[in-house]
C-alpha cells in the first residue's frame, strides 16, 4: 500500500482502508516480538528522536523497543534536562533538532497544536505521541488494534463505551474518530463537568447513569481521572466518583457478554477501574501494552520506507 | 477671495462627486464636482474616483510605549494610524509602567508630539486601578489632568464590581467615560479561544461567550442603577448585543465598540492552531458575526475600534496556548471594514458614523465634519487598490493579523488632518 503521509498528527487523516492496513501490519510484525531474537533489519541506519516533553511509560518506551526491534537508531530527549527547561522556545528546540538530521521524531507535549507546530518546520516525519487535549493518534491505534485482534475485522455491530474524564482527554478524542470511522457505535459516559461542550457535533451518544451506559456493550475504555481535577473543582471528591463513575464488575453484567476493558494507563485503582477489574480475564489492559509495540513498530515502517 | 490652499477635485461624498477647497486649514467651500473648475490653489488634487471620508478616530489601541517598544512605539503605531485613515488614537494603559500617573501620561504625549509633531493626535487613556491591579482607584483628576482622555482596566478585567461601581462614581466627577474591558476572569478561566465544537475538535480550553456576557449584564446594570455612562470595550458575542438592546431600549446610559476582526473571521480562522487568530476576547461563531453586524446597522453597539495589539512575530510563532493576545489592526481597519460597504453589509454613512462621529460624541471631541467653515481633516480613500498585507506594506512593527499574506482591496491615498498632510500613500 502506498502510505501519502508524511507526518502521523491526528486519526482523523487516515482512511478506514490505511487503520486496517497498521492492524494487518501490526499483527505480522507482533510475531517478531516472541521470537528468541527479536531483531530485524529492516530499518538500519535510521534515526528515531524520541521528544518527550511530558511524562510518559508506555508511549516512550514501546516507541523505542519498537524501533530498536527493526534496528533504528533511537536517541531521547525529555524536557526535564533539555534547554526546554532552560526556557528555549518551542521552535527554537524543533530548528535545534532538525539541525541532527533524525529521520523521524516522535513528540510528546503538554500543548495541544505542540505537534503540528514541529511538522510545519521540520523536514523529518513527525509522529504524534500526544498533544495537550487534542490528539493521541497512536494510542487510538493501539486501542483499535487490540480489539481487532480479539474481534478480527467484526467491528460494525460493535458498542464501545468511553468512560470518565471526556473534556480533557486526548485518547478520548483519537478513540471517538477511530472507533466511528471503523463504524462501531460509541457512547460517552462521564460527569457533565468532565463532558467537553458542544457533544452535540460528536458522532456518540451521551449517558450520565454508568449503569444505563454499560447495558449491550461489547467493550468499555475507561479514562484515567487525573487526580488534579478534583482540586480545580470539577467534581466534589475521588470518593464520590468512584462511587458514582468507578467501572466495577457488577457493571458488567449488563454488558454484551464477552465484553472486554481496556484503559490507555496509567491506572488509578480503585477511583476509575475497580483493582479485580483490571486483573480480571475481561481486561486488555496488558494486551493494550503489547499491541502499543506492534502498532508502533507497523507505524515506524511505514513513515520510514515511505516514498513521495 | 484669495486663493486656496488646496482644493480637491471630484472626490466622491456619500457617492456624489464633490469639490472642495482649503484654506487655513479649514475647508473653505464644499460643493458639487466642477463648481471649483476654473479655481487656483497652491495644491490641486484630482480625486476623481477616491472616497472622501473625515478622519477616523480609534477609541482602542495599544500603543506598548513605554516598556515594551519591540513590539511597537508610539512613532510606529502613529505611523500606522494615519496610513489607515486615522487622526486619534486613544492609547490603552497597560503599558510598561503602567499610565497610572501623570508622568507617564505626559511622556505619551511628548513622545507623540516629538515623532507626529502635525498628528495623528495621541489620546492616553489612564488606568482604572492603581497597577491595573484592580484594588485601589487610580489618581484620576491627576490622570485627567495631564490628558487622559479616558478611564480603562483594559486587558485586567475588574471583578470585584462594588470597586468598579466606585470607579464609575468617581470617573463621574471629572466627565471622562469608563471603558471596560467585559470578561469575567474565573469564567473566561484558561480559554485561550472560543468555546464550543472547534475548541473540543482542537483539544484546546475554550472560553464561553458567557464570561464576557455576565460582565456586560453587570456593567448594563450598575449604569442604569448609578445613571452614569459606560463604555463597553470589544463586544464579541450575540448575548452581549441582546443585553445591549434590552439597555438602549431602557435608556441606559451605555455604549459599546467592537472591532473589525469580530466581523470579518470566525472561530474557524482558527483552525490549524494559527496563532494570529488569537485574540481575547476570541473570534467566535458566524452566529456571533451576524449578530454584530446587525447590531452595528442598527445602533446597538455605536462604534468600531480596532484593539490594535502589536506583537513580535517571534511571540506569535509558538503553540497556540502559550502565544500572546492580539491583533495588529490600524494598517488594515479601513480596508477590511470597507469591504462590508461593498458586500452591502454596512454602508458608507455607518462606517463614517462608527469610525467618526461615534467616537467623537462618546469621548467627547468635536466630530469631524465634513462642511464649510469646518477643519479640513479628511482622508482620500481608494477603493480599488488592490495591496498585499506584509511587512512593507505594514506601518505598525506588530505583523501579527490573520490577513497577513493576503490581498486587500481600497487604501488610504491621503491624511489630512486640519489641512495638514500626514500621511500620502507612495
Not at chain 1, 462501531?184 to 454508568?210: E, F, H, Q
Not at chain 2, 457617492?15 to 487656483?40: C, K, N, Q, Y
Request: charged share 20%; with cysteine; glycine share 8%.
Amino acid at each position: 500500500m502506498h502510505w501519502p503521509h508524511k507526518h502521523l498528527l491526528s486519526v482523523s487523516q487516515l482512511t478506514v482502508e490505511e487503520i486496517r492496513h497498521v492492524f494487518e501490519l501490526a499483527a505480522r510484525f507482533a510475531e517478531i516480538n516472541t521470537r528468541p531474537v527479536k531483531k530485524t533489519p529492516t530499518l538500519k541506519g535510521k534515526s528515531v528522536l524520541l521528544f518527550f516533553a511530558e511524562a510518559s511509560t508506555r508511549t516512550k518506551t514501546s516507541f523505542d523497543i519498537a524501533a530498536k526491534r527493526f534496528s533504528a537508531d533511537t536517541f531521547s530527549l525529555a524536557a526535564q534536562g533539555s534547554s526546554l527547561q532552560k526556557g528555549e522556545n518551542l521552535k527554537d528546540t524543533a530548528l535545534t533538532l532538525q539541525a541532527m538530521h533524525p529521520d523521524l521524531l516522535v513528540i510528546r507535549h503538554s500543548l495541544s497544536g505542540a505537534a503540528k507546530f514541529l511538522a510545519d518546520r521540520l523536514e523529518c516525519c513527525v509522529l504524534n505521541a500526544g498533544d495537550g487535549w487534542h490528539a493521541h493518534p497512536t494510542q487510538a491505534l493501539l486501542d483499535g488494534y487490540t480489539l481487532y485482534e480479539h474481534w478480527g475485522e467484526a467491528f460494525q455491530d460493535k458498542t464501545l463505551l468511553i468512560l470518565g474524564d471526556i473534556a480533557h482527554s486526548r485518547v478520548a478524542r483519537s478513540d471517538v474518530e477511530l472507533f466511528s470511522k471503523l463504524g462501531l457505535t460509541i457512547r460517552v459516559c462521564g460527569p457533565k463537568t468532565l463532558l467537553p461542550p458542544n457533544l452535540a457535533s460528536w458522532p456518540v451518544s451521551v449517558y450520565s447513569d454508568l449503569r444505563e451506559a454499560c447495558q449491550g456493550v461489547n467493550a468499555i475504555q475507561c479514562l484515567r481521572l487525573q487526580l488534579e481535577r478534583q482540586k480545580s473543582g470539577f467534581l466534589p471528591s475521588l470518593r464520590e466518583y468512584a462511587m458514582t463513575f468507578g467501572l466495577s464488575p457488577e457493571h458488567l453484567r449488563k454488558a454484551a457478554p464477552g465484553v472486554r476493558v481496556m484503559h490507555p494507563g496509567p491506572m488509578n485503582r480503585g477511583v476509575e477501574i475497580a483493582s479485580e477489574l483490571a486483573d480480571s480475564p475481561s481486561s486488555l489492559i496488558l494486551d493494550q501494552v503489547s499491541a502499543g509495540v506492534a502498532v508502533r513498530m507497523a507505524l515506524l515502517y511505514l513513515f520510514l520506507t515511505r516514498t513521495d | 477671495m484669495p486663493p486656496s490652499d488646496m482644493i480637491v477635485r471630484g472626490a466622491l461624498w456619500e457617492g456624489e462627486p464633490v469639490d472642495l477647497a482649503v484654506s487655513d486649514g479649514r475647508i473653505s467651500r464644499f460643493e458639487a464636482a466642477g463648481a471649483l473648475a476654473g479655481e487656483t490653489a497652491s495644491e490641486i488634487i484630482q480625486a476623481e474616483g477616491l472616497v472622501l471620508l473625515p478622519g477616523l478616530i480609534d477609541c482602542h489601541v495599544h500603543l506598548r510605549e513605554p516598556g515594551q517598544e519591540y513590539k511597537e512605539d508610539i512613532t510606529s503605531g502613529l505611523q500606522a494610524a494615519a496610513a489607515g485613515g486615522f487622526q486619534r488614537v486613544m492609547a490603552m494603559a497597560n503599558t510598561v509602567p503602567v499610565n497610572d500617573s501623570a508622568s507617564v501620561t505626559r511622556f505619551m504625549l511628548q513622545r507623540s508630539r516629538e515623532s507626529h509633531p502635525e498628528g495623528p493626535l495621541l489620546s492616553p487613556v489612564g488606568a482604572l486601578t492603581v497597577g491595573l491591579q484592580g484594588h485601589v482607584l487610580a489618581p484620576m483628576h491627576e490622570l485627567k489632568q495631564a490628558g487622559c482622555a479616558a478611564m480603562s482596566n483594559d486587558g485586567q478585567p475588574v471583578d470585584n464590581s462594588d470597586l468598579f461601581r466606585r470607579a464609575l462614581e468617581y470617573s463621574s466627577d471629572l466627565g471622562l467615560r469608563v471603558i471596560d474591558h467585559c470578561e469575567d476572569s474565573a469564567l473566561a478561566g484558561n480559554g485561550v479561544m472560543n468555546e464550543g465544537s472547534m475548541s473540543n475538535t482542537l483539544g484546546l480550553p475554550g472560553q464561553p461567550t458567557l464570561a464576557e456576557a455576565v460582565q456586560v449584564s453587570r456593567d448594563i446594570l450598575l449604569a442604569a442603577h448609578l445613571d452614569i455612562p459606560v463604555h463597553l470595550a470589544h463586544i464579541s458575542c450575540r448575548e452581549s448585543v441582546e443585553l445591549l438592546a434590552w439597555a438602549k431600549g431602557k435608556g441606559v446610559p451605555v455604549t459599546a465598540e467592537t472591532c473589525p476582526h469580530y466581523l470579518l473571521w470566525d472561530e474557524g480562522r482558527v483552525q490549524g492552531y494559527d496563532s494570529l487568530a488569537k485574540v481575547n476576547p476570541p473570534l467566535r461563531t458566524r452566529d456571533d458575526v451576524q449578530a454584530l453586524l446587525q447590531a452595528l446597522r442598527e445602533g446597538i453597539i455605536d462604534i468600531l475600534a480596532t484593539d490594535h495589539a502589536p506583537h513580535a512575530g517571534h511571540e506569535k510563532e509558538v503553540p497556540f496556548a502559550e502565544a500572546p493576545n492580539g491583533i495588529s489592526g490600524l494598517d488594515t481597519a479601513l480596508s477590511l471594514t470597507w469591504s462590508l460597504v461593498e458586500d452591502g453589509q454596512l454602508t458608507e454613512a455607518d462606517l463614517v458614523r462608527l469610525w467618526c462621529s461615534g467616537p467623537a460624541d462618546i469621548f467627547g471631541f468635536d466630530a469631524p465634519r465634513l462642511a464649510p467653515g469646518q477643519p479640513a481633516s479628511l482622508v482620500l480613500f481608494d477603493p480599488g487598490i488592490v495591496w498585499r498585507v506584509s511587512a512593507e506594506t505594514m506601518h505598525s512593527k506588530g505583523k501579527n493579523t490573520p490577513c497577513f499574506g493576503q490581498e486587500l482591496r481600497g487604501r488610504v491615498r491621503s491624511n489630512f488632518l486640519a489641512g495638514r498632510l500626514i500621511y500620502q500613500e507612495k
